[in-house]
């Protein structure tokens, strides 16, 4: 692989002699040079959205999605993923693998990203399966180990899926959906941690919370999963409680004491005028769905 060919490689001359600048002037470069992020991402829509489509349809089944990458994009998939259980009350569903194992997550671990048997044992080891959906994640696009997992969970039924920051890359030919977000050259020549590791945090975004939304874990644009393990949650519950059952917080609390700080059975059992323990059936025959529970329908499934 020629390294100097790849657009994450490249050295920008605007940027040139950004070590005798003032910190004034650094700040408003690298602002306007993240400013061609999203518009990168916006660009990469129409390969984005298939592969959302095609993960959101296996998670629905039961299947899980997990992200795959080495190096500053193995931890941004790992940081998605941590953030699902708290945010929507699931676990299991979004897994980041790191090459290197945990520890790579927090220091080096030399030469562990240009292994691609690595990559294929990882996904043998958890298990993935045809209602699974993998995204490797390389801003070159090269990353053996990345590869090596995308090609293994395709070979094992899964729906392949190759983030990177190139044109034409190999990840891409390795996958079913190639998502390609060209960024340009980085404010510091090569340092992907800076433009491609916000595209990829964009994207990864998108992939998490849409399949999230579409497993019924919000209701509207509110978040009536969350876990509320702490006092600001539990305010942000109370919060959401009374705005669709359309109670005062007093009794959207109390509510939610009752309900062991379930939104969606606090919100039925007041909605329905019902018992938390008929609340909670009524919730799980409708798949925890809080919309279909209210007897709503899905409207907002167009």
Do not use: W
């Not at 349809?57 to 993923?81: K, Q, S």
């Not at 043998?124 to 293994?152: H, K, L, M, Q």
Request: hydrophobic share 45%; net charge negative; with cysteine.
């Amino acid at each position: 692989m020629n390294f100097e060919t790849l657009t994450t490689e490249a050295a920008d001359a605007r940027y040139a002699r950004i070590d005798t600048f003032e910190v004034a002037e650094l700040a408003t470069l690298m602002n306007e040079a993240d400013q061609a992020v999203p518009l990168a991402v916006r660009a990469a829509l129409a390969q984005i959205i298939p592969a959302i489509e095609g993960v959101a349809e296996r998670m629905e089944r039961g299947g899980r999605l997990f992200y795959v990458g080495a190096g500053t994009p193995g931890r941004i998939g790992v940081l998605d993923a941590s953030e699902i259980p708290p945010t929507f009350s699931t676990r299991d569903r979004v897994i980041g693998i790191m090459a290197g194992g945990p520890r790579a997550v927090v220091e080096a671990v030399e030469g562990a990203e240009d292994d691609a048997g690595a990559g294929a044992a990882a996904i043998d080891a958890a298990g993935v399966g045809p209602d699974d959906s993998v995204i490797g994640i390389a801003a070159s696009g090269r990353t053996p180990f990345v590869i090596g997992a995308v090609s293994r969970a395709r070979e094992r039924g899964a729906l392949g899926i190759g983030l990177s920051c190139n044109s034409d890359t190999e990840l891409s030919r390795a996958a079913d959906h190639g998502i390609e977000v060209i960024v340009g050259p980085e404010f510091v020549s090569g340092s992907t941690r800076l433009k491609a590791g916000t595209a990829q945090k964009l994207v990864l975004n998108m992939f998490s919370t849409i399949a999230m939304i579409r497993l019924g874990k919000t209701y509207g644009n509110l978040m009536v999963d969350v876990k509320a393990s702490n006092e600001k949650l539990r305010v942000r519950a109370t919060r959401i409680v009374a705005q669709i059952a359309a109670v005062g917080h007093e009794r959207a609390r109390e509510a939610l004491e009752q309900a062991g700080y379930s939104v969606p059975v606090a919100v039925v059992a007041l909605r329905r005028s019902l018992p938390i323990e008929e609340a909670r059936a009524v919730l799980d025959a409708a798949e925890g769905r809080l919309r279909v529970a209210l007897d709503e329908g899905q409207e907002a499934r167009r």
